[in-house]
């Protein structure tokens, strides 16, 4: 079966490695964005010059139109979708919960959690035997971010609900759901944090005492959109050096 796969937030980090990784199995690859045109296009550019197919579209994951039309513009141009990598994501600046403001709250569920379950549920409704999903969830939903963001936590842990409920849904469909669960990645979303020295101040936490690369997380995240983990459905695999 011809593989194609849509990685949201596929212009930089975790999302632009897998793109470039599902690419080298063969994936026809569509590098979803929603601001950074120039940076999806040297994705696309990337994964051409290595032989491989993309293209890039643009869609805001929270919006339901948006989502709705980066399917549909997958389909026309390259074929039936078979995976999705619901990998669009934000942090916010590292706050205790008490001082936490609305609009951070209302803004990271809403890319979060409805943007990931808005092309979870698009891909339901398009994807048939064979078809798999990988959402990218965090070590924060099972660790709380006490002191950081209680509320990113609590909204990766929606997402881990999601590939639980989700792979019992569809398992009888023949689509699998499952999630990987990055610890700390060496990517520009520690930008959002507020703290420049992010990346430095929490090597102590790791218990292998490096941050990971999105080429680590794009592995895991390859394995188990292939037939290779044909048996495994419902599953949050944890990329995170031991945290
Ligand atoms: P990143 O470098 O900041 O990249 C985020 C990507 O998401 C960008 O391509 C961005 O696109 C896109 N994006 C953001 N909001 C979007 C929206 N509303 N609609 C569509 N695309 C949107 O982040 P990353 O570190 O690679 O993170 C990728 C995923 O891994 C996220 O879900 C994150 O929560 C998760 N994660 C990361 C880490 C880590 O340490 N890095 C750890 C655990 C989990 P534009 O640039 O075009 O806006």
Same mark, same amino acid.
């Given at each position: 079966?011809?593989?194609? +796969?849509?990685?949201?937030?596929?212009?930089?980090?975790?999302?632009?490695?897998?793109?470039?990784?599902?690419?080298?199995?063969?994936?026809?690859?569509?590098?979803?964005? %929603?601001?950074?045109?120039?940076?999806?296009?040297?994705?696309?550019?990337?994964?051409?010059?290595?032989?491989?197919?993309?293209?890039?579209?643009?869609?805001? +994951?929270?919006?339901?139109?948006?989502?709705?039309?980066?399917?549909?513009?997958?389909?026309?141009?390259?074929?039936?979708?078979?995976?999705?990598?619901?990998?669009?994501?934000?942090?916010?600046?590292?706050?205790?919960?008490?001082?936490?403001?609305?609009?951070?709250? %209302?803004?990271?569920?809403?890319?979060?959690?409805?943007?990931?379950?808005?092309?979870?549920?698009?891909?339901?409704?398009?994807?048939?035997?064979?078809?798999?999903?990988?959402?990218?969830?965090? +070590?924060?939903?099972?660790?709380?971010?006490?002191?950081?963001?209680?509320?990113?936590?609590?909204?990766?842990?929606?997402?881990?609900?999601? +590939?639980?409920?989700?792979?019992?849904?569809?398992?009888?469909? #023949?689509?699998?759901?499952? #999630?990987?669960?990055?610890?700390?990645?060496?990517?520009?979303?520690?930008?959002?944090?507020?703290?420049?020295?992010?990346?430095?101040?929490?090597?102590?936490?790791?218990?292998? #005492?490096?941050? #990971?690369?999105?080429?680590?997380?794009?592995?895991?995240?390859?394995?188990?959109?292939?037939?290779?983990?044909?048996?495994?459905?419902?599953?949050?695999?944890?990329?995170?050096?031991?945290?």
């Amino acid at each position: 079966m011809e593989q194609i +796969t849509i990685v949201t937030g596929g212009s930089r980090g975790i999302g632009a490695a897998t793109c470039r990784r599902l690419a080298r199995d063969g994936h026809r690859v569509v590098v979803g964005y %929603r601001s950074d045109e120039p940076a999806a296009q040297s994705v696309v550019d990337a994964v051409t010059a290595a032989g491989g197919t993309a293209i890039a579209v643009r869609a805001d +994951t929270a919006d339901e139109q948006d989502v709705a039309a980066l399917f549909a513009t997958a389909a026309e141009r390259l074929g039936p979708v078979t995976g999705l990598v619901n990998n669009a994501g934000v942090a916010s600046e590292l706050t205790r919960l008490a001082d936490l403001k609305t609009e951070d709250l %209302r803004r990271v569920m809403d890319i979060n959690v409805i943007g990931a379950f808005l092309c979870a549920r698009e891909a339901a409704r398009v994807m048939t035997a064979g078809g798999a999903i990988v959402n990218v969830s965090s +070590t924060a939903a099972t660790l709380g971010s006490p002191g950081n963001y209680i509320h990113y936590a609590a909204s990766k842990a929606a997402v881990d609900a999601l +590939t639980l409920g989700l792979a019992k849904e569809l398992a009888a469909d #023949g689509i699998r759901v499952n #999630g990987v669960a990055p610890g700390f990645v060496d990517t520009e979303i520690h930008q959002q944090s507020g703290d420049p020295d992010r990346a430095t101040n929490v090597l102590s936490r790791i218990p292998v #005492g490096r941050l #990971g690369t999105p080429a680590e997380i794009a592995e895991a995240i390859a394995w188990l959109l292939s037939p290779a983990s044909s048996y495994t459905t419902g599953a949050t695999l944890r990329v995170a050096g031991g945290l």
